[in-house]
């Protein structure tokens, strides 16, 4: 799964990925609180789904990156 279909039932336009992507790359991998909030806002998104657009797209990176999918793992 891409990173611009990352949200289920949800079609993302190119500038919402453009967002959520440079997000990701350069403030956080895991946002929360008032982080989560702004950049739904800014992403035109719920928290929700952008919660769940960062939890998809953190497993994406996390295989390539040669971890588990998940977080907590002994190899963290």
């Known amino acids: ?8 039932c949800v079609q993302l ?3 919402q990925v453009k967002v959520l992507e440079n997000c990701f790359n ?3 991998k895991h946002p929360e609180g008032m982080t ?3 950049i739904a806002a800014e992403s035109g998104l719920s928290e929700e789904q952008t919660l769940k657009w960062f939890d998809l797209r953190n497993a ?3 295989q390539s990156e040669g971890l588990p ?3 907590g793992s002994v190899l963290d």
């Open 69 to 71: 999918a998940k977080r």
């Open 13 to 15: 336009s190119e500038a």
């Open 26 to 28: 350069r403030e956080t």
């Open 36 to 38: 989560l909030m702004l």
């Open 1 to 8: 799964m891409s990173a611009s279909t990352a949200v289920e």
């Open 60 to 62: 994406q990176w996390r």
